[in-house]
């Protein structure tokens, strides 16, 4: 842990609005990182944000069973954090994320450690780092911001081992292992909603509507029953997040053209083919979205080939 001592003790200055609260308290070093009063951790408002959010979560529950967690999450992904081990402490922002009222004050101390686990500091997310009181504001930045002042720098651009990278540079061992667990009130209403007759599920894939054009326009075969969670001819379209997440977690394999159903097949491990025109996918471990349609329908070609 050394290593990142140094930067620690760096203190942010400039004129941006994020300084003054940084500047504000003395750090104590090893004291305040190894044992800190809890832990703050953000998840941003996109529906794949919130998966880094959940793996940081895992590990911390596990490295520091008697801290206080705090999570600051979108109100549509509140019930994902039940996937963990224990449920943290979860507060909510319903569009621009912001400090919900029910955590100011002095419900977060200055000697709680806020993990922010994303590479880039977005302009949405500055006024909430800046209206905390939290010494240490942590994360895997590839570039510096005036919002964080512990920069833990990772030789990756893909989760999980971005986490992974940065709890190992501050003396952390990341729970490479977990995946989430999926609830099973969740999973019997899952099958409920699948085999609403026989109550018993057959294998499926989960694809949009844009995706399995693409498919059928190339003569690719389609082996399994195909679940829309959405566009008018979805029977699930209406369902809340955790379902559809569990849905998702249960399928053979997902077909997609949808950052959110991307996200959600690459943290429960679930096998996958994507199309990224926009480049904005999640990058994760072992999985390469396609940016073209033909190159889509290839890798499409390449699973069913490989099976799963």
Not at 104 to 117: F, K, R
Not at 132 to 137: D, S, W
Not at 183 to 195: D, F, G, Q, S, Y
Request: proline share 6%; aromatic share 8%.
């Amino acid at each position: 842990m050394k290593h990142v001592f140094a930067k620690l003790l760096r203190r942010i200055s400039g004129g941006q609005a994020g300084a003054a609260g940084l500047n504000n308290r003395v750090i104590h070093l090893p004291d305040d990182l190894i044992d800190p009063d809890g832990f703050l951790i953000y998840s941003g408002p996109d529906e794949s944000d919130v998966w880094p959010a959940v793996y940081m979560a895992n590990t911390i529950q596990r490295e520091f069973p008697c801290k206080d967690i705090t999570v600051i999450c979108s109100l549509r992904d509140t019930a994902l954090f039940n996937m963990l081990r224990t449920r943290p402490s979860v507060h909510t922002y319903d569009g621009r994320p912001r400090i919900p009222a029910a955590i100011e004050g002095d419900t977060i101390s200055a000697g709680t450690i806020l993990v922010y686990p994303y590479a880039i500091v977005r302009s949405e997310a500055e006024r909430l780092l800046s209206g905390t009181v939290c010494g240490i504001r942590m994360a895997p930045l590839t570039d510096s911001s005036t919002y964080i002042n512990l920069r833990v720098k990772t030789e990756t651009d893909v989760y999980p081992d971005i986490l992974s990278q940065m709890c190992s540079a501050i003396g952390i061992t990341y729970d490479a292992d977990w995946r989430p667990t999926v609830p099973n009130r969740v999973e019997e209403l899952v099958e409920h909603k699948i085999a609403p007759v026989s109550g018993r599920m057959l294998p499926y894939i989960v694809t949009t509507p844009s995706a399995i054009s693409i498919l059928e326009k190339s003569r690719a075969e389609i082996p399994l029953r195909t679940v829309l969670l959405s566009g008018k001819n979805s029977d699930f379209k209406e369902l809340d997040r955790e379902i559809k997440t569990v849905i998702i977690a249960d399928a053979s394999a997902v077909v997609t053209d949808s950052d959110d159903l991307w996200g959600d097949a690459c943290a429960h491990g679930v096998p996958v083919v994507g199309l990224d025109t926009s480049g904005s996918f999640i990058r994760w471990k072992d999985r390469e979205p396609a940016v073209d349609q033909d190159e889509f329908a290839e890798a499409w070609v390449r699973l069913l080939k490989k099976g799963w």
